[in-house]
């Protein structure tokens, strides 16, 4: 269904950090001995800067919320020039680049991709009302990334083009982390992260790919398995 998300939801999503909603998370020990007993702990939830935030213009139209959990996490990468600034104003000015992009040159209503992850470890928010619905954990908004896939299946956009080269390593933690707490917050299994090119005739997301077994690998840890 077709739904406003209005302003006050959506800034109810702003830049926060903080303990995230109950979910998968990791176990700890508590006490020692036969007694001892396991409690479940929580992924740290990350900074996301919300598109109120970053400057983001209104959808051209309603977003469309999906009234149900993803069950996978889709990488990809935007094959944007891989810039050498890292900045967090770099982030911001990335994420309208790619708003632009979708909007006027796709046609879409929205950016495409749920979250972006700059080549400097910072994370935005894309189609406006992700962070809110990945904050609550219960329902996520239709994208636009992957063909086959938007209503069911986060979209996370890393900067920067790696069919030759890998990623720098900020990037690289920003998304075992945000992977690690989409998977706690939604309930989706690590072994549930994939890439664009798994669904679509595409080299997106290039070398990063490759490190998919890796990345599962990462995040299962963080989340305790």
Same mark, same amino acid.
């Given at each position: 269904?077709?739904?406003?998300?209005?302003?006050? +939801?959506?800034? *109810? =999503?702003?830049? &926060?950090?903080?303990?995230?909603?109950?979910?998968?998370? !990791? $176990?700890?020990?508590?006490?020692?001995?036969?007694?001892?007993?396991?409690?479940?702990?929580?992924?740290?939830?990350?900074?996301?800067?919300?598109?109120?935030?970053?400057?983001?213009?209104?959808?051209?139209?309603?977003?469309?919320?999906?009234?149900?959990?993803?069950?996978?996490?889709?990488?990809?990468?935007?094959?944007?020039?891989?810039?050498?600034?890292?900045?967090?104003?770099?982030?911001?000015?990335?994420?309208?680049?790619?708003?632009?992009?979708?909007?006027?040159?796709?046609?879409?209503?929205?950016?495409?991709?749920?979250? +972006?992850?700059? *080549? =400097?470890?910072? &994370?935005?928010?894309?189609?406006?009302?992700?962070?809110? !619905? $990945?904050?609550?954990?219960?329902?996520?908004?239709?994208?636009?990334?992957?063909?086959?896939?938007?209503?069911?299946?986060?979209?996370?956009?890393?900067?920067?083009?790696?069919?030759?080269?890998?990623?720098?390593?900020?990037?690289?933690?920003?998304?075992?982390?945000?992977?690690?707490?989409?998977?706690?917050?939604?309930?989706?299994?690590?072994?549930?992260?994939?890439?664009?090119?798994?669904?679509?005739?595409?080299?997106?997301?290039?070398?990063?790919?490759?490190?998919?077994?890796?990345?599962?690998?990462?995040?299962?840890?963080?989340?305790?398995?």
């Amino acid at each position: 269904m077709s739904v406003p998300v209005p302003r006050r +939801t959506v800034l *109810r =999503g702003a830049v &926060l950090l903080g303990a995230a909603a109950a979910g998968v998370g !990791a $176990l700890t020990q508590i006490g020692s001995g036969p007694g001892a007993r396991a409690a479940a702990t929580r992924v740290d939830q990350p900074t996301i800067a919300n598109c109120a935030t970053w400057g983001a213009r209104p959808p051209s139209s309603p977003v469309s919320v999906v009234t149900s959990r993803p069950n996978k996490i889709i990488v990809h990468h935007t094959a944007f020039p891989n810039t050498t600034d890292y900045s967090l104003a770099q982030a911001y000015r990335n994420s309208r680049d790619i708003q632009n992009l979708h909007m006027d040159g796709n046609g879409w209503l929205d950016s495409g991709q749920h979250f +972006t992850n700059s *080549r =400097g470890g910072y &994370l935005t928010e894309g189609r406006h009302g992700s962070l809110y !619905a $990945l904050l609550h954990g219960q329902t996520m908004v239709q994208g636009a990334h992957c063909v086959g896939q938007n209503s069911q299946a986060i979209g996370i956009e890393n900067d920067g083009i790696y069919v030759d080269v890998q990623p720098p390593q900020a990037l690289w933690n920003s998304l075992v982390t945000f992977c690690a707490f989409t998977c706690q917050q939604y309930g989706i299994a690590p072994t549930e992260i994939y890439g664009h090119k798994d669904f679509n005739n595409t080299q997106c997301p290039g070398l990063l790919h490759d490190r998919l077994p890796e990345l599962r690998r990462t995040v299962a840890a963080r989340l305790g398995g």
